[in-house]
């Protein structure tokens, strides 16, 4: 007796992805008419016979995306998540989110259980370490998967990757505060070896190059907390640095609370650019100047690519960036 054809079977005979054939068993509005008439005439010639309670047992297959990522306490990957899990939903995808808090260990872990449970597609914004394992699992399950705003696997052709444009963010930091007349600019925050900081830093670097300004760089976590023992470690140590761009608003905003602290006027005598540009950069004071990222609409944008990848079963672009722009505010142009 041969074998009973499966949805593997059907995907491979309409040459579209298993995800695609799931959302035409779930009639999803998602799947374009020509694409499910193909899927269709497909069932029809291998006499495919779709099993709903068995589907059942396994999980919802179609319906349901697996979004992982590494930091929900940072509100900037806190506005990416929700807006990403709201585009989901308004496609009738539920979204099952996971922080992995920076550990690669707990991110195996929910990834592996997300798959587990039939997730027909996978977001990831990564934490960093032990990068094989991740790519791996993903691999194996053979569903699609798009890796945001950090990169952790080179092989783009099958885990593409999405962000934003750090490195003009970057210059357009960096030339704002030389065009302001900043003389000795840091950039203060972000782990060292982590891709995501050179990425950010680049842009600096580049414009020090072209005016010929000496880079000075202060690597550390980018918490408030080192933001605020920078802006004193400024004051203290390096008198002549009068104005930085940081890695992070946190930085930046630990930085404004620093500079309190030791007496320093920020946007008067000493210019500030923050990165990312989160609701608070405009309600402190001074108001923070900011690269902005517009994370909320990158998040729906991600969503998007992944709802056309699961649409056309045809991967997005391997590598994509967003725009950003700088936002000028009191700390970089003066109260």
């Known amino acids: 007796m041969s074998k009973r054809p499966?949805?593997?079977d059907v995907a491979q005979h309409a040459g579209v992805s298993k995800s695609t054939v799931s959302l035409v068993l779930q009639n999803s509005p998602l799947v374009k008419q020509a694409t499910r008439e193909t899927v269709e005439k497909s069932m029809a010639a291998l006499n495919y016979v779709y099993n709903r309670a068995a589907a059942n047992l396994r999980g919802a297959d179609a319906g349901l995306i697996g979004l992982v990522i590494n930091d929900l306490r940072n509100p900037f990957f806190t506005e990416f998540a929700t807006s990403a899990q709201m585009t989901f939903a308004k496609h009738g995808f539920a979204t099952v989110v996971a922080n992995t808090d920076e550990d690669p260990d707990i991110q195996s872990q929910v990834i592996a259980s997300?798959?587990?449970?039939?997730?027909?597609?996978?977001v990831i914004s990564p934490a960093y370490g032990d990068e094989g394992a991740i790519s791996g699992i993903i691999k194996r399950a053979g569903i699609p998967a798009m890796q945001v705003l950090r990169m952790i696997d080179e092989q783009t052709d099958v885990f593409p990757f999405v962000s934003l444009d750090y490195a003009t963010g970057g210059r357009l930091a960096a030339r704002h505060l030389v065009e302001l007349g900043a003389k000795r600019i840091a950039f203060v925050g972000g782990l060292e070896d982590r891709p995501v900081t050179?990425?950010?830093?680049s842009g600096y670097?580049?414009?020090m190059a072209e005016k010929g300004i000496a880079p000075m760089?202060?690597?550390g976590r980018p918490s408030r907390a080192f933001g605020r023992d920078m802006a004193m470690t400024i004051v203290r140590d390096h008198a002549e640095i009068d104005a930085a761009?940081?890695?992070s608003d946190l930085v930046a905003l630990g930085m404004l609370s620093g500079f309190a602290q030791s007496g320093v006027g920020v946007g008067s005598d000493f210019r500030l650019v923050g990165f990312d540009d989160i609701e608070e950069c405009a309600l402190v004071y001074p108001q923070l100047s900011s690269v902005r990222c517009d994370v909320a609409r990158f998040g729906r944008r991600s969503a998007t690519?992944?709802?056309e990848w699961l649409e056309t079963g045809k991967c997005?672009?391997?590598?994509?960036?967003?725009?950003v722009e700088l936002v000028a505010r009191q700390s970089s142009r003066g109260v």
Request: glycine content about 2%.
């Open 114 to 122: 997300m798959i587990e449970h039939g997730v027909s597609a996978l």
């Open 217 to 219: 760089t202060f690597h």
């Open 6 to 8: 499966t949805i593997i």
């Open 198 to 201: 050179r990425e950010r830093m």
């Open 305 to 307: 690519t992944m709802l």
């Open 205 to 207: 670097l580049e414009i």
């Open 316 to 323: 997005p672009p391997e590598r994509e960036y967003a725009s």
């Open 245 to 247: 761009i940081c890695f």
